[in-house]
Structure formats: structure tokens, C-alpha cells
């Protein structure tokens, strides 16, 4: 084992998107993942269709490198032997909720005497106080909460929500900085702490350019800048005969000052910058983020439709600016950068033969990660890690009688 | 009180957005943060800007110091080599090949500093066709396949009109991975080259969405509010036209709903009792729910289902976020009064730390600590 957390244990009896995501992670950078599951399963185990064999697609996508143990650990025997199996882990992470893991004796003043290193990562949906803080939350509504489905969709039309997960993964990502931040402070001090991250917390974390802009009134409404944000229409970028295209032609992107106004010739739309003040500037014009971008589309877009979208891009780079395909999964997989990254990738799986997952997102060279191991089912390693805690065959059949495990 | 990094010392060599917020997040941390700037920087009035300044430059620049220092010069060089003795991260975010041709390649500043943790990030990845290509945000949209699962059915992807999230995402990523090298080497004592993109950090945030290219070969299509694999998960209209939020997302959720929305028939149909079953038969059962909903105002539903333990929610800015108890009691938007631009809303922390809590100061004015830094290092600063 590579990883910079090669050694270290995890403790995880988190379900869904969120911890099993920071959890993969852990692994993936060398941890051995515990994953403790009650009887019916992590929840994820039921999102979809779609599922490959009997596995859910996104169940798979989120859990290699992990070892399944099922516990039912609201009853007393389960709870005795997760609190045995935090009792020699380096790390647990949990996301039942503000003050529910005291109810279970899991809550981390109550772990701190029998194992004072630990590491206690707590994820919750709204943050630890509050009047949310006993709600149950998701993936749409801390993105709404969070002002996130204002920059999406039209004025008056129904919300519309970013298809990626990211109250979830995000809040995973900064729950894998503070275990492993809170790991490096123990290296040099030998404490143990409780962190925690929560998903609006996370959210509203990423959008803090929007607080800031918005903080002074006068500043707010006088470059407006940000408030486009806001108010613009939909932006799909430039539809073209095959698709749609991004396209960029900032200032400074050619060496040759007359690049932008041969373009629009070689377009045809000489005449618009003769005409019409917003093409005068190029950045104006183009991009996602730029001030006349919609109003003007229009006018690109009637050139652009018999043009193929690697015609528009070959267009653009001859004169100095930028273009890119706007891809959907299948043009992403099949790229070659995509590739050379290594972030579409195989692993074996014992009953589905080969499955596909997400890459690794760091290159490390001295402590590289790695996948460990394909995602386990359903209570597939609960005899061996019980057994690692002097548990007999006798013992595990009796808690199988009991429905403590399965 | 101090952070997890206390001691631990970054020579921030980053621009625009994706970098600084890396290193700020560092400078949370407690971590020593030293920013250097070319003395020709023009980023400082980029739009928005708060009295005069760049607010990016602003948010970013929490806890850190700012000196300048041109690269391309052999006395200021000689300046970063110095310092870089006495660093234990290096971080830069230029176009792949520009640090080796400012002398602070790897090979170079490990040779200074053996034991340094050292990460580039780029947005398309240091080598390869596309290395060379500028990333920024808008153009990992359009290439990571972030927007083909976002817009209203049927429309083709629609880009977020918020696209730094995909620069700001990069930076939790990179975080990891210096976080990462920091504990290899306390454990280990060696240090080591880390990469970070954009491009890898936009498709590892989406990988639960895909899991569903992996099973069908086919992107998820874009959904409005709702999504592909759980039912019932999307806004629903009230009686009042504003849009509940609902999202039963545990089993043991789908019954008290029932409850909640006074249908208790609806938990005992078999075409609904599971999540698959429901992801199924969507087109069967949204109506339904769609007629109940638009019955009553959003507020009857927002009692009824927080009351059965039900997430849901609704539509919420700026405007109410900023005094909103939960925004407020968890610190997820903070008040900081700065020395120069007065006192703005910003984003808090997005962790917590029981032991080592880390703090947010307001950051620097460009260059503003050069002489400062020079006089630590032992170096006097020419004319």
C-alpha cells in the first residue's frame, strides 16, 4: 500500500452520496474502510433504476475500497461491537444527525475516553445548530436553500437544479480535509478531535463571491456584473448543425489586433461590427459570462447552422480564440486527455466482471493512490472483520438469529 | 485559536480563482500563507469589485501576506529560493511548462528544499493535447460534461451562471491532495510532487451521475428540479405558485410522507412502495403528487412535512440568507470587517474543528508585506 493514509482505519456507517463518497476517497488514498450497513443496506443500494445485475449503478460508483459489515447497531449487541470496532480505528464518520449518535452511545464524548485519537468526522444536512438542525435534508433542497437554483433555469419557469450532486460531494470533500487535516495534527501532537461539515454550509461556502457582491448595495447594483447571474436566461452556449459549442475571444487571445474583426468577416458579419455597438468589443459578445452574450446569439447562431460544431471550432482557433465542444458523458469518456488522465477507468468486480468508475482526481508521486478493491456487497466481509475481533462462528451465527447482522 | 496546520508554512505562487482559494483554505487551517505576485498584477480591479478592489482578491486573500516579487528577475528569484527554504508547500496554478521557465520547477525548489510538498494544478492536466489550453471555468463546463445533465427536460445542457463553483471545486480538490502529501511526510519525512486539474476534479464531482452512463452507455438527461434515480425528488408547485422542494431519499421516509400529504392509500400501493418501484412508475405517481401539492400553500406543506420529518424546503437569496438563523447560528455566511473595503458578507468556514478551530482575518493589499518578508529572511530590499 501507497497511499498517504496507508495504515489507517476508517470507521463508516454513513449511507447515500455523501460519507460513502469521502469514504471512497479515504480508501482510495490507502485507508482500510469499514463500512457498517444496517440490514436492509445503505440507502444507495436502492437509487434507481438503473442497476447492473443487482447492484445500483450509483451504489457501485461510490463504494470500492470498502469492506461491508451489517450491524444493526440500534440494538445492544450491534452497538457493543461497532463501539468495539471505533474503539481500534484511527477515523469514524457518521451522518445520523445532531445529537443522535449520544443516543447510541456513539457520540464523540463518549468514544473520546475509550480511544482519545480518534478521529470523529460528523456530516450533517444543515449545519450542527440552529431550528434545521434535526431536519432531514437532500440534494435538491439544500441546493434551492442555497441560492444555487437562482442562477439556473428562467424567471417565473420552475426551478431547475444543477444535475451534479454537489451539496452531497462537495460536503465529502471537505469532510475528507478535515479527517485528514485533523490526521496530520495527531502526527505531531497525538490529539485526536470531532470535526464537522454539513451541506448548506458547504454550498453556501462555494458561493462566496455572491455574499460579497452582494454586501453593498451600491457596489451590488452598480457594475450588476453578479446580478446577471441572476436575471440572464438560460445560457446553452452556441447551438451548432451538430451540437453546441463554447466559445471564448478575449482581447489579449491573439497576437494579431485585426484577428477579431477577421473572423466576422470571414463570417460575414462585418457589417454587425460596422453597425452594431455590442459586437465592438469582442468579449462582449461571446463566452457565458459575457454582458451581451444573449442578446446577440441570435446572430451567431443563423451562421453557425450549417456549420458542424468542429468547423465553428476550427474557425475560432485559426483566428487566436478559444472553442470547445459542449460534451455530454459519452464525448467525456472517449476523449483522449480524459484518458491520459485516467478518470474513466475499469475495475473487476467478482459477479459483474468489469465495472466502470470515476478516476482518481490527484497524482501523487511519492505516496500514490490507488484503487484497493471493488465495491463489497451487502454484509460480504462481516465474518472476516468480526472474527478479526475474536468473535466466533458461534458468536456471528447467534447474532444473525438475533437479526443483529446477516 | 490555531488551526490543524499551525506552523506549517505555503509559498502561494497562484492566480485568478482556483489557486488562492486553494492556498485560503490552507490559511483557515491555521497555515502560514505567503502570497507572491508579479509587480505588474491586473487582476485587482476584475469585476465585481468592492471600492476599487477586486472582490475575488479580497475573499481569497483571508489570513494570508502578499509580497511581490518578478520572477523573471535574478535577484527576486534568488528572494523565492530563500524563502522556499523554509517552506513546506509550494503551490502555483500557471500554464503547464511556465514555473520551469520561472526556475521553480520541482527538480529546482526539491533541490532547495528536499523535504517540500510541491503541487501544480492546471486545467486540463500538465501533459497531453490539451494541456496547453487555458482552464477556466466556463470551458471545463462545456468539457467535463458538467452542463449536459443540468437545464429544463428536453432542452439541451444549460450552462450555471455561477461557473466559479467548477474553479472553487478544483480547490477543495487540490486541498486534499496537499493535505495528503503534509501527512505522508510527517509520517515518512519525504516530500513530493502533487497534480491536481480541473478537468479531473469537475468529472470526479460528478461521479454519482456517472454511475448512469456506466450502466446505460447514455448521459442522464437533464431533468428540470428532478433526477434520474430517486422518486419523488423535485419542486412541486403550491396553490400560493411558489415551489416546495421535496426529496424522499430514505426509505423509511416515503410512508410518513404519505401521511403528511393526508394520502396514507398511497404508502400501501404496491406500484410505489420502493424507490425503484417509484423511479419506475414516475409517470404514474408525479401527478398525483403534483395535484395534491397545488392544493395548498407552500407553507401548509412546509409544517406538514417538517413535521413528519420529511426533507424539504424552499427557494431562498441572499436577501433572507443572510439573517436566517441557520445561516447565522452555523456561521455558513460571516461578517468580516476589513481594514480597507469595510465590512462585507462572506463565505464561512466549511469545516468545523473541535481542537484546532482555525480563524478567517481579512488578507492583504498586493505587495503590501514584501519589506516585511524580505527583513525576515535576512534579505534587504534594493531601492
Known amino acids: ?406 | 485559536m490555531d488551526g490543524p496546520l499551525a506552523g506549517v508554512k505555503v509559498f502561494d505562487l497562484t492566480v485568478a480563482g482556483v489557486g488562492p482559494w486553494a492556498s485560503k483554505l490552507l490559511g483557515e487551517m491555521g497555515a502560514e500563507v505567503i502570497h507572491v505576485d508579479a509587480p505588474s498584477i491586473g487582476f485587482t480591479n476584475a469585476l465585481p469589485t468592492v471600492r476599487g478592489m477586486s472582490l475575488l482578491m479580497i475573499i481569497c486573500n483571508y489570513n494570508k501576506r502578499g509580497i511581490f516579487l518578478d520572477l523573471k528577475a535574478r535577484r527576486d528569484r534568488l528572494v523565492a529560493y530563500r524563502l522556499l527554504e523554509s517552506c513546506d508547500v509550494f503551490l502555483a496554478n500557471m500554464r503547464p511548462g511556465a514555473v520551469d521557465r520561472l526556475g521553480l520547477s520541482y527538480d529546482e525548489v526539491s533541490k532547495i528544499n528536499p523535504r517540500i510538498v510541491y503541487c501544480l494544478a492546471s486545467g486540463f492536466g500538465e501533459r497531453g493535447p490539451m494541456a496547453p489550453v487555458p482552464g477556466a471555468a466556463p470551458q471545463i463546463s462545456a468539457f467535463s460534461g458538467w452542463s449536459s445533465t443540468t437545464g429544463e427536460r428536453g432542452k439541451p445542457g444549460e450552462f450555471f451562471r455561477h461557473s466559479a463553483h467548477l474553479d472553487f471545486n478544483t480547490s477543495a480538490y487540490i486541498v486534499e491532495g496537499i493535505l495528503q502529501g503534509l501527512l505522508h511526510r510527517e509520517r515518512t519525512g519525504i516530500g513530493q510532487k502533487i497534480e491536481v486539474d480541473m478537468t479531473s476534479a469537475a468529472i470526479s464531482l460528478q461521479t454519482s451521475r456517472f454511475a448512469e452512463f456506466f450502466a446505460t452507455g447514455k448521459t442522464p438527461p437533464s431533468m428540470g428540479s428532478t433526477v434520474t434515480t430517486t422518486v419523488p425528488h423535485q419542486a412541486f408547485l403550491c396553490q400560493d405558485k411558489q415551489y416546495i422542494m421535496v426529496g424522499v431519499v430514505e426509505d423509511d421516509q416515503w410512508l410518513r410522507f404519505c401521511k403528511a400529504i393526508g394520502n396514507e392509500e398511497l404508502a400501501k400501493d404496491p406500484r410505489f412502495a420502493s424507490n425503484p418501484l417509484r423511479v419506475q412508475n414516475r409517470e404514474l405517481l408525479i401527478p398525483i403528487l403534483d395535484h395534491v401539492f397545488v392544493a395548498k400553500p407552500i407553507r401548509w406543506w412546509e409544517i406538514r412535512l417538517t413535521e413528519a420529518q420529511v426533507p424539504n424546503g424552499r427557494i431562498r437569496g441572499f436577501e433572507e440568507l443572510r439573517w436566517h438563523p441557520q445561516i447565522v447560528e452555523n456561521e455558513h455566511m460571516v461578517k468580516m470587517t476589513t481594514p480597507r473595503w469595510g465590512t462585507l458578507y462572506v463565505d464561512g468556514m466549511p469545516w468545523r474543528f473541535s481542537g484546532t478551530p482555525g480563524s478567517m482575518r481579512p488578507g492583504f493589499v498586493p505587495g503590501e508585506h514584501t519589506e516585511e518578508v524580505l527583513r525576515e529572511l535576512g534579505m534587504v530590499s534594493e531601492g
Not at chain 1, 301 to 322: A, P
Request: aromatic content about 8%.
Open chain 1, 1 to 406: 500500500m501507497s497511499g498517504a493514509l496507508s495504515g489507517f482505519k476508517v470507521v463508516d456507517i454513513t449511507r447515500g452520496l455523501c460519507g460513502p463518497y469521502c469514504s471512497m476517497q479515504l480508501g482510495d488514498a490507502g485507508a482500510e474502510i469499514i463500512k457498517v450497513e444496517p440490514l436492509q443496506g445503505d440507502s444507495a443500494r436502492l437509487m434507481g433504476p438503473p442497476f447492473i445485475g443487482d447492484e445500483s449503478a450509483v451504489y457501485l460508483a461510490l463504494n470500492r475500497n470498502k469492506k461491508s459489515v451489517v450491524l444493526d447497531i440500534y440494538k445492544k449487541e450491534g452497538g457493543d461491537i461497532l463501539i468495539k470496532l471505533i474503539k481500534n480505528a484511527d477515523v469514524f464518520i457518521e451522518d445520523l444527525g445532531p445529537g443522535q449518535p449520544e443516543k447510541l452511545d456513539i457520540g464523540y464524548d463518549q468514544l473520546k475516553p475509550i480511544n482519545p485519537k480518534l478521529i470523529y468526522c460528523a456530516i450533517s444536512a444543515f449545519g450542527e445548530k440552529g431550528p434545521m438542525a434535526n431536519q432531514p435534508g437532500s440534494e435538491l433542497v439544500v441546493q434551492a436553500m442555497a441560492d444555487y437554483t437562482n442562477s439556473l433555469g428562467a424567471i417565473g419557469a420552475p426551478p431547475v437544479r444543477l444535475g451534479t450532486d454537489v451539496a452531497n460531494t462537495n460536503t465529502a470533500v471537505f469532510a475528507f480535509q478535515a479527517i485528514v487535516a485533523a490526521l496530520f495534527h495527531r502526527e505531531r501532537t497525538g490529539q485526536g478531535q470531532r470535526v464537522s461539515t454539513s451541506m448548506l454550509g458547504s454550498l453556501m461556502h462555494m458561493r462566496g463571491v455572491l455574499w460579497g457582491a452582494q454586501s453593498d448595495p451600491v457596489d451590488s447594483w452598480g457594475d450588476g456584473h453578479h446580478q446577471d447571474n441572476y436575471i440572464m436566461p438560460p445560457e446553452y452556449t452556441y447551438k451548432t448543425k451538430d451540437g453546441h459549442v463554447f466559445l471564448s475571444f478575449g482581447q489579449h487571445d491573439s497576437s494579431d489586433p485585426d484577428a477579431y474583426q477577421k473572423l466576422l468577416a470571414e463570417l460575414g458579419l462585418t457589417e454587425m461590427l460596422e453597425k452594431d455597438p455590442r459586437f465592438k468589443v469582442a468579449r462582449q459578445v461571446l463566452g457565458t459570462v459575457s454582458r451581451y452574450a444573449w442578446e446577440v446569439k441570435g446572430i451567431w447562431e443563423e451562421k453557425f447552422k450549417n456549420m458542424l460544431t468542429q468547423e465553428v471550432i476550427n474557425l475560432f482557433e485559426k483566428y487566436g480564440g478559444l472553442a470547445m465542444p459542449v460534451s455530454n458523458y459519452e464525448m467525456v469518456a472517449s476523449h483522449p486527455q480524459v484518458q491520459l488522465l485516467q478518470m474513466i477507468r475499469e475495475m473487476d468486480h467478482p459477479k459483474l466482471g468489469k465495472i466502470k468508475q470515476t478516476g482518481i482526481p490527484w497524482r501523487l508521486y511519492g505516496s500514490p493512490a490507488e484503487f484497493q478493491s471493488p465495491p463489497p456487497a451487502l454484509g460480504e466481509h462481516t465474518q472476516e472483520v468480526l472474527s478479526k475481533l475474536e468473535l466466533s462462528e458461534e458468536d456471528i451465527q447467534h447474532l444473525r438469529e438475533i437479526k443483529v447482522t446477516l
